[in-house]
């Protein structure tokens, strides 16, 4: 007697579209073949942007907030472009909870708190150094300091440092300006800020537009508060804004009537990597006028 077999999974005609999109994605093929792994296909817009905009993550940035960051590509690509090396690479095991950055298998160091990255003391790749051999060890730590904020865990990233919040909570300005503050930075003034943040579609055009918008608001207020201003090195490029937003016209007006005031040069930018059928695009903005 055969036994009874269940039904196959009937997918929707938009589950099957979506499945099909994704199959045939260059850039998902591209992410899973990349030596870097990145952890979301979002990277290849950002390293787009950057090449086509005059390499703006390596031009005088030395501290970068990536807001809204998780699973962590956007802080990936910057980590990369300031000469933090993978981890995989140093051979460092990722951090579990109240364990510091220089963890390695057989060289636990002790907990190192987030405050005192770039202060005087243990160097959070101490541990690494004492033990690793000399053809594995790069020449020196990347240069600057980066910070990514998520409402979502994000697994550790060479070179990055999060927190798991609310950027617009009370405590998070107090903390990210502490942990950009250094003695090279005393002011902690923030060199670029990043946002690829989206709300979850509704589909209701309105709802979903104003939610863009919010969100461009809130980044926009904490950039306002945080990013350095091109009157302290007296260059046009000083203080740099990318955000995400979708097209429509309230978010063109907030461009002419909000960014461009505020900063001496805007640009709407839409990456090859950004699906053609997508509203999505991006803001570029240089020179903080403060």
């Known amino acids: 007697m055969p036994f009874p077999t269940r039904p196959l999974l009937k997918l929707s005609k938009s589950s099957k579209s979506y499945i ?10 591209a992410r899973q073949a990349h030596p870097a792994q990145y952890r979301s296909r979002s990277a290849f ?12 993550l390596t031009a005088n940035v030395n501290s970068v907030v990536d807001l809204g960051a998780a699973p962590g590509g956007w802080s990936q690509v910057v980590a990369g472009k300031m000469g933090w090396t993978d981890e995989k690479e140093l051979g460092i095991v990722s951090r579990e909870p109240g364990v510091g950055w220089g963890t390695r298998k057989g060289n636990r160091q002790g907990p190192i ?8 003391g243990p160097s959070p790749y101490d541990a690494f150094y004492d033990t690793a051999p000399k053809s594995q060890v790069p020449a020196e730590p990347g240069r600057g300091v980066i910070v990514a904020a ?16 609310d950027f617009l909570s009370p405590q998070a300005e107090a903390l990210i300006h502490n942990m950009v503050k250094t003695p090279d930075n005393p002011t902690g003034k923030v060199d670029l800020i990043l946002s690829d943040m989206a709300a979850n579609f509704t589909g209701n055009r309105a709802a979903d537009t104003e939610a863009s ?21 007296g260059k046009t490029t000083t203080g740099m ?18 960014l461009e005031p505020n900063f001496h040069y805007v640009a709407y930018c839409k990456p ?6 997508s509203a999505e695009g991006y803001w570029l903005c240089k020179g903080w006028k403060g």
């Not at 099909?20 to 093929?29: A, G």
């Not at 817009?45 to 703006?56: H, I, P, Q, R, T």
């Not at 918008?213 to 090195?233: H, P, Q, S, W």
């Open 213 to 233: 918008l919010k969100i461009c608001m809130a980044v926009f207020d904490f950039a306002e508060k945080n990013l350095r201003g091109m009157y302290e090195t």
């Open 241 to 258: 804004l990318l955000m995400k937003h979708f097209a429509h016209p309230l978010l063109t007006q907030y461009q002419k009537e909000v």
């Open 113 to 120: 708190g987030e405050t005192d990255w770039g202060k005087k």
């Open 45 to 56: 817009k950002l390293l787009e942007l950057d090449e086509k905009y005059g390499n703006f």
């Open 150 to 165: 998520d409402l979502l865990p994000m697994a550790p990233i060479a070179g990055v440092r999060t927190l798991e919040l």
């Open 20 to 29: 099909n999109t994704q199959l045939r994605d260059p850039y998902i093929k």
């Open 272 to 277: 090859d990597a950004s699906r053609k059928e």
